[in-house]
């Protein structure tokens, strides 16, 4: 987080203190640093240089066009969840041909969507959609080129909520299942079998997770080979974690180079899908303080941004690291940093011990470039924030703060 620094009592990002760009933007904002994102670009970028690989950055962690376009420039693809993501991916000026489509739920027109772009495959998620894919396909007069997303009923060590490889969840096809549906697939007139994927949750702080998915993966690959399939892609999803707090996730060469080690003979290509990593730390969502509250059991800062625009506390209970962007003297109090909406949720953090702030001042709430904005909602009839991006001495509006008039844009009142 070496972009979002103090320089003596302010937060800059890069070279612009956030103090300036906030109250220029308004709160609450979501600001990214370039530079950040530029460095785990280019971490990632280098390490998967060691394999023969496609790197398709995850849209959903972070899906403004402009930090999309960036990382397509650079010559990055996507993976994507939905015909909006593919949308967007195209508008933000992605090559098609490294698209990878995964999702348990794709529908006939998000396919066609899909087909008609010629993405570079679906990752199937049961058999049910393979058979869709190859109607819809043959409709269309194509050839659909697909992978069945596999899950090794790996334990991934994370949140429940974001653990996806395991037997339990919904992710995925059986890995006792796979060879048959392969092989089922393998009849189908308009399938093209080209790929095998695994995804096993979000936010790993341990390698041994992805090992031990990658040696029951790599047995059913080449077994899968052995059968005839030419398997050119193997996809192993996303999930390498990140700091908040004070986690210690394995560096990407680490990932990557044991990834090497276990795929050893495999000829074809590896498709990474890193989301988290690459924009988790490149963002933070400032907001403003509206009201310090003591309720003479507690202490409350109120700001104006709230779980719709951050919910991951909310959902997850996770940690975001939260300071000042002006460090004033005076005493440190425990406080619960909350915003305005009304549900005993909307939190951004508990029994924090931060320097005091003053109403109308901001506070930085860190590491929320993943799974921030693109997670938000109008809940409570709240505009969502305007995004930002910084670039040295810069900074650039990317996403305009929504209005009142943006809320009831769809609705119609009818009077029947
Ligand atoms: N590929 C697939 C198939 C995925 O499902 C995901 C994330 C990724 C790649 C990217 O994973 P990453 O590298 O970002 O860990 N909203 C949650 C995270 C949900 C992740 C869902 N899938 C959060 O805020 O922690």
Redesign the pocket.
Known sequence: MNDFIFKENELYCEDVPVRKIASEVGTPLYLYSLATLKRHFNVFDESSKALNSIVCY?V??NSNISLLHFLFKMGWGA?I?SGGELFRAIKAGVDTRKVVY?GVGKTESEIEFALEADILMF?AESLSEVFLIDRTAGRLNKKARISF?VNPDVDPKT?P??S?GLKKNKFGINIKQAVQAYETAAKLPNIDIVGLDC?IG??LTEISPFNDALKIIKELLFKIIAKGMDIKYLDL?????ITYENEMPPHPSTYINSVKKILEGYKGQVIF?????IVGNSGILVAKVVYNKNTGSKNFIITDGGMNDLI?PA??E?YHEIVPVLKREGPRLKVDIVGPICESADFFGKDRVLNPVEEGDFIAVFSAG??GFS?SSNYNSRPRAAEALVDKDKFYIIRKRETYEDLIDKEIIVNP
Do not use: C, F, W
């Not at 899908?273 to 990593?277: A, S, W």
């Open positions: 995850s959903k962690a993976d969840v995964s990752n997303r949140h909520y974001i996806t995804h979000s936010q999803g996303g999930g390498l974690g899908e890193p989301g988290r990593l991951r959902l997850y996770a993943a799974y997670m």
